[in-house]
């Protein structure tokens, strides 16, 4: 019996040769190219020369951020404010955008300390002959008057009612969940009471639901019903728009005159148990469902 011929050094059993190695400091250093360079550089942070090194605490929060959460003013107006140099953080002024702080700094604006408020979420039910405004320049009531011993915090209105319309208006000084409740993307639903001057045509609520041409756009309602147990004259609307006097201005499209309007509902907050002219404080369950709702 021949004896197999033993295999050469780095065959392989089907017979072919195995690549062999070369010893990795023998073999010549490959050539970093631009491309190569660009590779390991991507993920580098870019920072200027003089800025301040990118914080990572978690905790940080943007300077204007800060000024909004504390009442002071919006995002937009603190960078205004950051900017023209009368903001200080530990006692050194600041007046770059984009400055984080961190737990523990001490803000200061115009010489006097901030503190970041509470956040207060406050709902009234409106009465008639109120503007929905901070102040009034002709001296009329606003609805600041109604909600002023509703918390030491100072609270603003999210959107808006007309001076006629009553029914809910939420306040807060929670620029955040005011931003995002009068987003359009966010779409917040609002339900309203409406009586009109005039038995209302079934066709006329389709055309709500289709659309209504208006002088800034096409819009329609989500819904159109009458109102159980009311008469033809008494409609409940359904939509998101947040556009100024929506839906006066939808119904006198359609040849109707608004004799009584009332929100009823707002991003899912009803009026149960809330006189008109009085207000109370939502529940942290509330809170918690306008802060998780997409």
Do not use: W
């Amino acid at each position: 019996m021949n004896k197999s011929t033993p295999k050469k050094s780095g065959s392989t059993s089907l017979g072919r040769e195995k690549p062999i190695r070369a010893n990795q400091k023998d073999a010549p250093k490959k050539e970093i190219t631009a491309r190569d360079k660009r590779k390991y550089i991507d993920f580098k942070i870019k920072v200027k020369k003089g800025d301040p090194l990118p914080s990572f605490n978690e905790d940080a929060i943007r300077l204007n951020k800060y000024l909004s959460n504390a009442g002071v003013c919006s995002r937009r107006e603190a960078d205004v404010l950051i900017q023209t140099g009368v903001v200080a953080v530990n006692g050194k002024i600041i007046s770059e955008l984009g400055y984080k702080i961190k737990p523990g700094d001490i803000v200061q604006y115009d010489g006097e300390t901030i503190n970041a408020e509470t956040k207060r979420y406050v709902l009234l039910n409106k009465p008639k002959g109120f503007i929905t405004t901070m102040d009034d320049p002709r001296g009329r009531k606003t609805v600041m008057t109604l909600v002023s011993k509703a918390c030491r915090e100072r609270v603003y209105p999210v959107g808006r009612l007309d001076r006629e319309t009553t029914g809910l208006l939420l306040f807060t000084n929670d620029g955040d969940m005011a931003k995002k409740l009068t987003h359009p993307r966010y779409q917040a639903r609002k339900i309203y009471h409406v009586e009109l001057h005039k038995p209302v045509n079934k066709e006329d609520l389709e055309k709500l639901v289709n659309g209504v041409d208006l002088e800034d756009g096409r819009t329609k309602a989500d819904k159109a019903e009458f109102v159980e147990e009311g008469n033809n004259r008494e409609v409940g609307v359904e939509l998101h728009s947040g556009k100024n006097r929506i839906v006066r201005r939808l119904f006198e499209a359609l040849g109707y005159n608004v004799l009584r309007l009332d929100r009823v509902q707002f991003a899912g907050l009803t009026k149960k148990d809330l006189p008109r002219g009085m207000f109370r404080h939502l529940t942290e369950q509330e809170v918690a469902f306008l802060k998780m709702t997409k």
